[in-house]
């Protein structure tokens, strides 16, 4: 079993505030943590799952049920299927404004919920817990396997590449047919679903157009930029913004769209196994993802990611910024052999970032100009972001 690194600060969470809440993607394995957290919190703890209709039954006077066990520490999984819940627990909190009062999980944005109206601001700790990242893993573990099968546990730690995929796909099935549905009490159709999802597979990496895929799709420009807020509450894609602060240049202002797990965009394009994807058109934005998801889960919270594209071309796969400074240009390269772009060294002069990188998947760490640095993933990642 892969430790999650979010258990750590889970606990010193449940110090403080009086309610935590673990969002994130289903089948991540929050249930799982949720339950392990139970060993070690020092008081007694009730456990409630809302897909089950005999705990939603306990609730049909939730006020008098949870207020009987307020001296526990109360679970509540799924919270989105009961979102009046939302403003009985703010009422209950301000009653008795104690640590670890409650622990929720959700697997869909508390803003995009129905029926969801008042804040927990400042009685809540907001968590999120995303498929298994790179740096959770052992070092061993082999950094392709990760990025081809991604970070759900079920498809990552399959026995075969052929049970993976398998358990995507019905993963993929059961969010396009019925989970999105559900999480937002929303009628969505199952075959434009599936295509808007294909599409963005295939369009991975690329600032967006709504117009584009409404052309396509047969729908308005607002139903896809619905569409996509749906994906987006319920942590299946990115939207990084474009970074344009203080410049006077014409500049790309659409957020670039990535699905946030790399085993699910292989899927979606109907990749089969790590060598057919080194031969697919798509491999640079795959790994662009891939590289986004993984630094977006450990860059500390001081530190905001963006992109930067000119409108005469030159481009940053990826800034950090700090305090509405950029501390480091990062270009993200599948090949350690490709150099980097013209118009990258001249956005870096722009930018005047101080420390920037060539993240490929496997090279060395080795100076390629006086404050340009080529490195691997895992390199950036354990011994570089530290000194950004």
């Not at 996509?228 to 790309?252: K, S, T």
């Amino acid at each position: 079993m892969i430790k999650r690194h979010l258990e750590t600060d889970l606990m010193q969470l449940l110090k403080q505030f009086p309610c935590v809440a673990i969002l994130g993607p289903r089948q991540t394995g929050k249930t799982t943590l949720v339950k392990s957290l139970t060993k070690k919190i020092k008081k007694d703890t009730l456990y409630l799952d809302l897909e089950k209709p005999s705990d939603k039954l306990k609730l049909q006077d939730a006020e008098s049920f949870l207020s009987y066990h307020k001296d526990k520490c109360i679970i509540i999984d799924e919270i989105q299927y009961m979102p009046e819940l939302f403003n009985l627990l703010r009422a209950l909190i301000d009653e008795k404004r104690k640590p670890a009062r409650f622990i929720v999980t959700g697997s869909a944005s508390p803003a995009l919920v129905k029926g969801v109206s008042e804040s927990l601001a400042g009685r809540v700790a907001y968590t999120e817990l995303t498929p298994i990242g790179l740096h959770e893993l052992s070092k061993s573990f082999a950094i392709n396997k990760h990025w081809f099968r991604g970070g759900f546990p079920d498809a990552l730690t399959s026995k075969t590449d052929i049970k993976s995929k398998q358990w995507l796909a019905i993963f993929l099935k059961s969010y396009i047919e019925r989970d999105l549905n559900q999480l937002f009490n929303i009628t969505l159709t199952t075959s434009l679903i599936r295509n808007f999802w294909t599409m963005l597979s295939y369009n991975s990496a690329l600032p967006w157009n709504a117009e584009n895929y409404a052309r396509a799709l047969g729908v308005t420009g607002p139903t896809v930029n619905r569409y996509l807020d749906y994906l987006e509450g319920a942590f299946l894609i990115r939207r990084l913004q474009p970074w344009f602060a203080n410049i006077n240049r014409r500049l790309v202002k659409a957020p670039k769209i990535y699905i946030r797990d790399s085993g699910l965009l292989h899927r979606l394009a109907n990749i089969e196994t790590m060598d057919e994807l080194k031969g697919n058109s798509i491999i640079g934005a795959s790994w662009e993802g891939y590289v986004i998801e993984q630094i977006a889960q450990v860059v500390p919270p001081s530190i905001t990611l963006f992109y930067y594209r000119t409108q005469d071309g030159a481009e940053v796969d990826l800034l950090l910024v700090k305090k509405n400074k950029v501390v480091s240009c990062i270009e993200i390269k599948v090949s350690k052999t490709a150099s980097p772009s013209k118009g990258f060294y001249e956005s870096i002069k722009v930018l005047k970032s101080s420390k920037n990188y060539i993240i490929s998947p496997d090279s060395d760490l080795y100076p390629l100009h006086e404050n340009v640095w080529m490195c691997s993933l895992k390199t950036f990642i354990q011994t570089e972001l530290v000194k950004i």
